[in-house]
């Protein structure tokens, strides 16, 4: 198959590590919020990601269809243009990447540099058009509870565990009342992954914030973290929240499964024949010398 000796020829032509250490090189930045881009590459992976249907196989990272209108001015996907306006001069710089290996690898890039474990990662999505754009509603609402979740993740080939597991990424970043609506950030340590999120949904009480916008939960101790009523949904759902406990008491336990789940997640609706094998992605940390 002539097509598949091309692909393989255009991957192994990228410097994988090379543009993960361009991507590190700008995650940290003084007027970023809490200083760091880091967060937003998670999310724009993951929204790039999960748009997949297991059903009739559309959407998911392949495509990398959030260049266009109108999925990129679907709802859920507000302020994600600067993440993506982060990676363009990184894309400039190495033109052989596709758009949807470059999201995808710094979504990895950062939970990685953010602390969080090393998550296996594949080369060889191609990037599509504005037809393959998703419909708008296939990411999750924060204002409701465990069904919606459920009817979002399945629909992606998610368990209950896998779901509470993704969820964990909430360690991360913060809400911003001009993209979301939504106001603050969910740990005290938004640029680490860790297994906070879990302790406190678990450890803290919650109650509802008395404000104009829309419907969260506030820590009753400090009121300055937040849950969303997703989020709360992993402590009030006997499906849930086992697993909420099990990663609020052990973070590797949680490392674990968040590397396997991220990856199931970067790579849904990929179809198989695509991938080179798993491209080995270093922390800088770890680059000796
Ligand atoms: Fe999320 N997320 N997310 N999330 N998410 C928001 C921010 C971030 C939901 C809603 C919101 C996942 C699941 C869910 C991250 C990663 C992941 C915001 C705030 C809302 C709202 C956006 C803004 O105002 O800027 C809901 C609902 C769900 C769910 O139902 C489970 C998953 C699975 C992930 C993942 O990465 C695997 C990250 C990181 C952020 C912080 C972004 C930032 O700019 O900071």
Redesign the pocket.
């Known amino acids: 198959d002539p097509t598949k000796v091309k692909d393989a020829a255009s991957t192994s032509q990228v410097d994988y590590q090379a543009v993960y250490n361009a991507v590190a090189d700008v995650l940290d930045s003084e007027d970023y919020?809490d200083g760091s881009y880091g967060?937003?590459l998670?999310?724009l992976a993951?929204h790039a990601s999960?748009t997949y249907d297991k059903n009739t196989g559309n959407g998911g990272s392949n495509g990398a269809t959030m260049r266009f209108a109108p999925e990129a001015n679907h709802g859920a996907n507000a302020?994600l243009d600067k993440a993506r306006n982060l990676l363009e001069p990184i894309k400039q710089k190495f033109p052989q990447i596709t758009y949807s290996d470059l999201w995808t690898l710094a979504g990895v890039c950062a939970i990685q540099e953010m602390g969080g474990p090393i998550v296996p990662w594949r080369a060889g999505r191609k990037d599509g058009n504005v037809e393959n754009c998703t419909p708008d509603g296939r990411l999750?609402?924060?204002d409701k509870g465990g069904d919606h979740?459920r009817h979002?993740f399945y629909r992606q080939g998610f368990n209950d565990q896998e779901?509470v597991a993704?969820?964990g990424?909430?360690a991360?970043?913060?809400?911003?009342t001009d993209?979301?609506g939504?106001d603050g950030p969910w740990t005290f340590s938004p640029t680490t992954l860790t297994n906070d999120y879990f302790k406190l949904l678990l450890d803290e009480k919650w109650q509802r914030r008395n404000w104009k916008g829309p419907p969260q939960l506030e820590d009753k101790k400090t009121k300055s973290l937040m849950m969303?009523l997703?989020d709360y949904a992993l402590v009030t759902d006997k499906g849930f929240r086992p697993y909420t406990e099990t990663y609020a008491k052990d973070e590797s336990k949680f490392f674990e499964d968040f590397s396997a789940v991220?990856k199931k997640?970067l790579e849904n609706g990929v179809p198989v024949a695509q991938f080179s094998e798993v491209v080995p992605l270093k922390k800088v940390e770890d680059q000796t010398k």
Request: with cysteine; net charge positive; charged share 15%.
């Open positions: 919020d967060p937003v998670v999310r993951w999960g302020g999750p609402d924060g979740l979002i779901i993704l969820s990424a909430h991360l970043g913060r809400c911003h993209r979301s939504f969303l997703t991220f997640l």
